[in-house]
T-cell receptor, first 114, second 110 residues
Framework: NAGVTQTPKFRILKIGQSMTLQCAQD?????MYWYRQDPGMGLKLIYYSVGAGITDKGEVPNGYNVSRSTTEDFPLRLELAAPSQTSVYFC?????????????FGEGSWLTVV | KNEVEQSPQNLTAQEGEFITINCSYS?????LHWLQQHPGGGIVSLFM???GKKKHGRLIATINIQEKHSSLHITASHPRDSAVYICAVLSGGGADGLTFGKGTHLIIQP
C-alpha cells in the first residue's frame, strides 16, 4: 500500500496564481482531511470529507476549495494565492465513525507564495 | 472547542535519559493521539488511546481521562528519537478530525 500520497512536495506560487494540491489514499478510508501547519502552531483544519460527494469547512477554509468525487481522491484548490497561504499542507485519512482508527498523513506539501 | 496544551515546548536531553512529554486538554474526548514529526516533515501516528496505557518498544503513552492529561515517555532515549512530538485529541464522532497541540521539539544529544 502506498498510504496517503500528496503532490507536489514543493511549489512556489506568485500572488494571484491558482493551483491544486493532490491527495490520494489507497486504504479505502472514508474520512479525509486537509490541514495546514504554520511555524510554531498546531495543525489547523482547512476542509474535511466523510465520504465521496461530502465535504465541509474546517477552521481555516477561506481561500481554499475541495472536492471529493471518489473515495480515493481529495484535491485542495488554492484560488488567487496570497502570501498568507504560505505554509506546509498535510492531507490525512482514516477510517472514521464509530470505530475511529489510526490516522495516516501524507508527506506534506511546502507552498510559498511570493 | 478543545484546547490542547503541551509541555515542554522544547526539550534537549542526553542519550539514554528518560523523557516525558505532557499533554493536557480542556474538554472531554473520545481518543487521544500521539504523533511524531521528523525533520523533513512526515507525520506518523505513534499511539491512539482512550484509557490506560500503551507501550510500543521504548515508547509508553498514558492517559488520565478524569484529569484530562496524557504523557508520552521515551525510555533509553537515542538521537534517532529527535523529532517533534504532537498530541492531538478527538472529540465526539470525530468527523471534523483532530485538535492538535503545538508540539514538543525534542533533541537527544549523543
Amino acid at each position: 500500500n502506498a498510504g496517503v500520497t500528496q503532490t507536489p512536495k514543493f511549489r512556489i506560487l506568485k500572488i494571484g496564481q491558482s493551483m491544486t494540491l493532490q491527495c490520494a489514499q489507497d486504504m479505502n478510508h472514508n474520512y479525509m482531511y486537509w490541514y495546514r501547519q504554520d511555524p510554531g502552531m498546531g495543525l489547523k483544519l482547512i476542509y474535511y470529507s466523510v465520504g465521496a460527494g461530502i465535504t465541509d469547512k474546517g477552521e481555516v477554509p477561506n481561500g481554499y476549495n475541495v472536492s471529493r468525487s471518489t473515495t480515493e481522491d481529495f484535491p485542495l484548490r488554492l484560488e488567487l494565492a496570497a502570501p498568507s497561504q504560505t505554509s506546509v499542507y498535510f492531507c490525512a485519512s482514516t477510517w472514521g465513525g464509530s470505530s475511529w482508527n489510526t490516522i495516516y498523513f501524507g508527506e506534506g506539501s511546502w507552498l510559498t507564495v511570493v | 472547542k478543545n484546547e490542547v496544551e503541551q509541555s515542554p515546548q522544547n526539550l534537549t536531553a542526553q542519550e539514554g535519559e528518560f523523557i516525558t512529554i505532557n499533554c493536557s486538554y480542556s474538554v472531554g474526548i473520545s481518543a487521544l493521539h500521539w504523533l511524531q514529526q521528523h525533520p523533513g516533515g512526515g507525520i506518523v501516528s505513534l499511539f491512539m488511546l482512550s484509557s490506560g496505557k500503551k507501550k510500543h518498544g521504548r515508547l509508553i503513552a498514558t492517559i488520565n481521562i478524569q484529569e484530562k492529561h496524557s504523557s508520552l515517555h521515551i525510555t533509553a532515549s537515542h538521537p534517532r528519537d529527535s523529532a517533534v512530538y504532537i498530541c492531538a485529541v478527538l472529540s465526539g464522532g470525530g468527523a471534523d478530525g483532530l485538535t492538535f497541540g503545538k508540539g514538543t521539539h525534542l533533541i537527544i544529544q549523543p
